[in-house]
C-alpha cells in the first residue's frame, strides 16, 4: 500500500492507494473508499531497488585482495504513474540533496521529484511529454 499526503487549494489529504488492477485504482482518501478508473491499463512493475553509494572502508592489515567495483549510481525514481511535464537537470549538472530535478504530472496535481543524494548527474532517462510507470528510472545521480 501506498502513502501520500497532498495539499490541494490549502486543503490537506491522505490518499492510501491500497491495489492496483488494470485501469482500477482502489484508495482511500481521508478514510473514505474510492474505486477510481485510469484512461490506461497501469502495469505492476517488479519494485526498484535504488542503490545508494557504498562507504569507504579501511584497508585491512596484512596481505588482503580488496575488489575495486565503483559504487552504483543512487537511481531517482518516480514513486506513481504519470507524465513528465519538465526536465530541470542534464547529464554532468551538480545535484544537491532535495534539489528538484523532476516535475511529474500524476492524477491531476504536479509533483516536484526530487534527489535524494547529492552529486552529478550521469544520465537523464526521461523527457518532456514521456508517461512512466511507478517505480521507473528518472535521473542517475553518482
Do not use: C, W
Amino acid at each position: 500500500m501506498k502513502n501520500y499526503k497532498l495539499k490541494i487549494n490549502g486543503n490537506d489529504y491522505t490518499v492510501d492507494i491500497n491495489e492496483v488492477e488494470g485501469q482500477e485504482i482502489k484508495l482511500d482518501v481521508n478514510g473514505t473508499s474510492y474505486v477510481v478508473t485510469v484512461d490506461q491499463e497501469i502495469k505492476q512493475q517488479k519494485k526498484t531497488v535504488v542503490s545508494t553509494p557504498r562507504p569507504q572502508v579501511a584497508p585491512a592489515a596484512g596481505n588482503v585482495q580488496q575488489s575495486a567495483a565503483p559504487a552504483a549510481g543512487s537511481k531517482v525514481t518516480t514513486p506513481l504513474p504519470g507524465t513528465i511535464l519538465d526536465v530541470f537537470v542534464n547529464v554532468g549538472d551538480a545535484v544537491k540533496a532535495g534539489q528538484t530535478v523532476v516535475l511529474l504530472e500524476a492524477m491531476k496535481m504536479e509533483n516536484n521529484i526530487e534527489a535524494d543524494v547529492a552529486g552529478t548527474v550521469k544520465e537523464v532517462k526521461v523527457r518532456k511529454g514521456d508517461s512512466v510507470l511507478e517505480g521507473d528510472v528518472l535521473v542517475v545521480i553518482g
